[in-house]
Each structure stands twice: as C-alpha cells, then as structure tokens.
C-alpha cells in the first residue's frame, strides 16, 4: 500500500535506563531506532541507534549524531566507551 507510519515515544529520563519493551511498541515495529542523550567528558552529546531492523542484518552499534542549522550528520561510533547507554559512561580499559 506504500503506507510507512512513525511512532515516536518520549521518555521521561533525559540520562539512564528506560524500559521500550513495556509500552507493546517493539512487536509490532519493524524498525526501531533509538535516540537518546549522553554525557560524554562532561559534554552532552546525541547518540543514535538502530535497536530492531526486521529482516536486515544492521549494525548495532551506538552513534553520535550531530544537529547543525544545515543538516544532521550521523557521526562514528564511541569507541573506547563503555555504559554509555546509562548515559554517563566509563573508558574501557585495555
């Protein structure tokens, strides 16, 4: 039918943990993309990922991204981190 259709789900947490499972939203998306903010280096920063893709073998990896007056631009991944979808997270060691 070339019908697409967004939900969107605000959380009330602007850092940590959120539960997405309990609002019956992930069964019936066939796609689910996760945006949230994190404190990295005591700057906040936007992360963007792809938590559900059906039938895609998508990478899973969190991202920042960047909004500017021109454009959003989806940045590498944050490598060395660990914890940053708790918001606030650890340098990985080794």
């Known amino acids: 039918m070339g019908v697409t259709i967004f939900i969107t789900n605000e959380i009330p947490e602007l850092l940590g943990s959120s539960a997405l499972t309990g609002h019956g939203?992930?069964?019936?998306?066939?796609?689910?993309?996760?945006?949230?903010?994190?404190?990295?280096?005591?700057?906040?920063?936007?992360?963007?990922?792809?938590?559900?893709?059906?039938?895609?073998?998508?990478?899973?990896?969190?991202?920042?991204?960047?909004i500017t007056d021109n454009e959003l631009t989806v940045a590498g991944p944050f490598k060395g981190l660990q914890g940053v979808l708790t918001g606030v997270p650890t340098r990985r060691k080794g």
Do not use: C, P, T
């Open 25 to 66: 939203v992930s069964s019936i998306a066939d796609n689910i993309i996760l945006l949230r903010y994190v404190e990295v280096e005591a700057d906040l920063k936007r992360a963007i990922s792809v938590l559900k893709m059906r039938g895609s073998a998508h990478k899973r990896e969190l991202r920042e991204f960047v």
